[in-house]
């Protein structure tokens, strides 16, 4: 069975992989999602108590 980073490794190597990872490029070239994307990994990061 493969381990999770090899799953990992295949899926980046896939068209739908490619396909994701250029979606996310775009995504954090926009300074709107750049930081949605940051108030994001602050709550999880447990940083966003209210």
């Known amino acids: 069975m493969p381990t999770m980073m090899e799953r990992i490794k295949q899926f980046a190597r896939s068209p739908q992989g490619r396909r994701t990872a250029e979606q996310v490029r775009r995504a954090a070239a926009d300074p709107r999602r750049r930081a949605q994307a940051q108030r994001l990994l602050g ?8």
């Open 43 to 50: 709550r999880l990061r447990g940083g966003g108590h209210r």
